[in-house]
């Protein structure tokens, strides 16, 4: 499969998920709603690793990867879900969602400071476009 057509059922997905979340967060905390989201996605993923048979993999996994993930499991999936579903337990969907797709040009800007990395004029453009749709929708009404 394409890396296009990948990050495409990403978006999708990302995008339907937050429907459901709204509504499971109806008479539950955030911390519970993590709690269950996390050990939902870890069961299937544990599943899936047995059924797979790509457990022989972690003998290979270097202490330096770990860290690294686990930095980026705390990040992410502790740290930023939580805020997610606080903020989608307080607000709307939809703008809740606008403002955290902004993370690509956090990502970017990180990966330009600390990676190295040199963005094209798309990913700058595409950037401050992002930038200015967040302006238009958080700005005054």
């Not at 939580?82 to 040009?105: E, H, Q």
């Not at 040199?118 to 238009?136: E, F, K, M, Y």
Request: overall charge positive.
């Amino acid at each position: 499969m394409s890396t296009v057509f990948l990050a495409l059922i990403g978006a999708i997905c990302w995008g339907i998920a937050p429907i459901f979340g709204k509504l499971g967060l109806t008479r539950l905390d955030a911390m519970s709603a993590l709690c269950i989201r996390t050990l939902m996605a870890g069961l299937v993923v544990i599943f899936w690793v047995f059924m797979s048979g790509q457990l022989e993999a972690f003998k290979h996994v270097l202490p330096r990867s770990c860290i690294f993930i686990a930095l980026e499991a705390i990040l992410a999936t502790l740290v930023g879900d939580l805020a997610y579903y606080a903020a989608l337990k307080r607000g709307n969907a939809g703008p809740v969602m606008f403002i955290m797709s902004t993370s690509p040009l956090v990502t970017l800007v990180i990966a330009v400071l600390f990676l190295g990395e040199n963005p094209s004029w798309a990913q700058v453009i595409g950037g401050l476009l992002i930038v200015c749709g967040l302006l238009l929708i958080a700005g005054p009404r």
